[in-house]
């Protein structure tokens, strides 16, 4: 079990200047709306043991250098449980941040709703989500730091529902709390570390870390611009195009080319990684994703970047989510395809590869933000399309882009596998045949290096 951090322990681990936002007072009922035998006495105990009035504390704080609305339950407070005047306190801080233009911070630890209020205090969640999407809506970031523990509603709103979610090491996180879960249920999958693995949040960290790791998140987000996203340099390679289609894809092929981490090293100067499809699954290794500031001009790109193998159902639904948060948020992206094709092994049909990928053609196509390409290695098909900005594609001498792998389209006519290498010529598959099709950018920009890198 980790450690159990109280609200003003928690808020002043990331912030030094800490204001608590005055807060709604509610007139309650003896022993509250339902009129729960031993509510009031419970509730002074809960105030007398933890210095609160509440099980949860709001305000605004520097965190990292950028302003922004805090929240922060108290699990001492009987179990940092929402009721009415959570709610009250919740809208109150949603308010607040969207007056002034804040990112909100959540620090959650809680058992769920509060059973002393029955179903008015399960109604809270609702009122939460409303602020939550209205908080989006207004283009503003939210993060949530989960505690121990962070279970119940909860969990299923300022925690899950945040655009990036932490988590503290060995937090017990989970939508079912200890007492509730069945009997043989695997402890280990309600931890942090285990909703990390699922996709369910974006990284576990150190509580010495956090302050320094919520900083940068919240410069990264709140640092959207207008412009393009500009190409990166190609790396490696003679950049020369190649001569053949085979050659073509020999080279894409090639173990020695550079990959995506070497592209988004020479990029950014500091990143950080956006991990999960909150639907059950990750492909932390098949498609990186994540915020960067850009060595060029310091400005915040976002990016999604395959690796070279075939993308998972959930490396393209990941992909989704980061495009879409960068969408409301202002941020330009840029997309890096480096793929054989979509994983089609049963299971990734199972996992709706399909469905996936769709969502993600459909996310491109209507993002608001600039969206740039870079084919940086093999273009395989539309599990590589997908992730390609209509219009604004370039490709490096080391890479090709094609309807379908030669050695699949060779099967498919029937052709014999010497045949392979003339069938990858037909298909016109070379960076400069994509750029005379016009799938490419063309003339001086064919390849990234000359002429205006953002146009």
Not at 373 to 388: D, K, M, Y
Request: with cysteine; net charge neutral.
């Amino acid at each position: 079990m980790a450690d159990r951090l109280s609200a003003r322990a928690a808020l002043a681990l990331v912030t030094g200047d800490f204001a608590e936002l005055p807060h709604p007072r509610r007139r309650s009922a003896p022993d509250g709306p339902l009129g729960w035998h031993g509510y009031d006495d419970a509730r002074a105990r809960a105030a007398d043991r933890t210095g609160e009035s509440e099980s949860v504390v709001c305000g605004t704080g520097t965190v990292g250098g950028t302003r922004a609305v805090l929240i922060a339950f108290e699990f001492g407070f009987l179990g940092g449980s929402l009721g009415e005047g959570t709610g009250d306190r919740l809208e109150s801080a949603h308010r607040h941040a969207r007056a002034h233009r804040l990112p909100v911070v959540s620090l959650v630890a809680t058992g769920g709703s509060r059973m002393q209020e029955g179903m008015l205090a399960l109604s809270q969640l609702q009122r939460v989500a409303r602020e939550s999407a209205l908080t989006r809506e207004a283009g503003l970031a939210q993060l949530a730091v989960v505690r121990d523990p962070t279970t119940g509603g909860g969990w299923a709103t300022l925690g899950a529902g945040a655009d990036v979610t932490l988590a503290l090491p060995g937090a017990q996180v989970g939508f079912a709390g200890s007492r509730v879960r069945p009997a043989d249920a695997d402890p280990a999958a309600y931890t942090a570390e285990a909703q990390v693995a699922a996709g369910s949040a974006d990284a576990v960290v150190r509580p010495a870390e956090l302050p320094e790791t919520l900083g940068l998140w919240l410069r990264l987000l709140t640092g959207g611009s207008g412009e393009p996203a500009e190409v990166p340099e190609p790396l490696g390679g003679s950049g020369d195009p190649p001569a053949t289609g085979w050659e073509a894809v020999r080279r894409a092929r090639s173990p020695e080319r550079p990959r995506a981490r070497a592209y988004l090293d020479a990029y950014f100067s500091r990143r950080t990684a956006v991990v999960g499809d909150r639907c059950g699954g990750a492909d932390p290794d098949g498609v990186l994703c994540g915020f960067g500031t850009a060595r060029r001009d310091g400005r915040t790109v976002a990016f999604a970047a395959q690796t070279g193998t075939a993308t998972r159902p959930a490396g393209y639904r990941t992909a989704t989510r980061l495009i879409r948060l960068a969408d409301r948020l202002g941020i330009p992206v840029l997309t890096l395809v480096d793929t054989p094709g979509a994983a089609n092994d049963a299971e990734a049909e199972r996992q709706g590869v399909g469905p996936a990928i769709a969502e993600l053609f459909g996310t491109v196509a209507t993002a608001r933000i600039p969206v740039t390409t870079l084919v940086v290695g093999e273009g395989g098909s539309g599990g590589a399309l997908a992730l390609a900005a209509p219009g604004r594609t370039w490709a490096t001498p080391d890479s090709y882009f094609s309807v379908i792998a030669p050695e699949s389209a060779a099967a498919i006519l029937k052709r014999p596998a010497a045949q392979v290498p003339a069938t990858a010529d037909e298909l016109l598959l070379r960076p400069q045949d994509l750029a005379e099709l016009g799938v490419i950018r063309t003339g001086d920009q064919m390849f990234p290096g000359t002429g205006d890198r953002r146009s």
